[in-house]
């Protein structure tokens, strides 16, 4: 008799908006775990060399980064005018099943300037994850990040129609726009305004 055992990561997402502790929003899928992504652990599980013991790599998950861009965007005319463009210029044409996808589409700021491409160095386009729970059985963990009332929507964007996320290991750079990502979703368009709270639940199941 054989005996297939096989190990497939699951992923969990949960975005809730909150404005003063109520719940005025929210969004839940089950995105991808991108070829990045499937690279990043088969070279986090292993050894480089054993004499001397080299590492491949030793970055861990700490971002999440948001953005406007995929195919489920559905406030086109909000998001391909001002002041979206030319601050976040591109194309809406990721799916969350393509799992070529290295990078958010359309990203957006978390903090920084309003103006459009070269970006000011200054600028944040990653949020640093707050928390991180790990689950019962102890093959899950949640990474939690709370993007609060004045971050991504703040200045001359006062809505902005978020419609993709990715999650990032430490060797991004929260202040370089487009970084590659190890997993990735797009949802229907959830606008976050400087009056609501957006917390992500991003839960990783093996």
Known sequence: MKIVDTIEVKQNLKL????????????EGHNIWVDLGREYLAEL???????????????????????????????????????????????????DDDRTVSEVERPVRVSGSESGYPYPSGDVWLGTIGTVEFGTPPTEVTFVRIFRQIEVSYGSFLSVPLS????FTSAASPTYYKNSLV?????????????????????IRF
Do not use: H
């Open 164 to 167: 993709e996320i990715g999650l």
């Open 16 to 27: 809730t908006l909150y404005e003063r502790g109520k719940i005025v929003g929210r969004r």
């Open 45 to 95: 599980i292993c050894y480089s060399s054993f004499d001397p013991d080299l590492k491949v790599r030793d970055d861990r998950v700490k971002y999440m980064g948001l953005g406007i861009g995929g195919t489920r965007q559905l406030a086109l005319p909000t998001a391909n005018s001002a002041p979206m463009v030319p601050a976040y210029a591109g194309t809406n044409d990721q799916t």
């Open 183 to 203: 997993a990735y979703d797009t949802f229907d368009t959830l606008s976050k305004t400087s009056a609501v709270n957006l917390r992500v639940d991003w839960t």
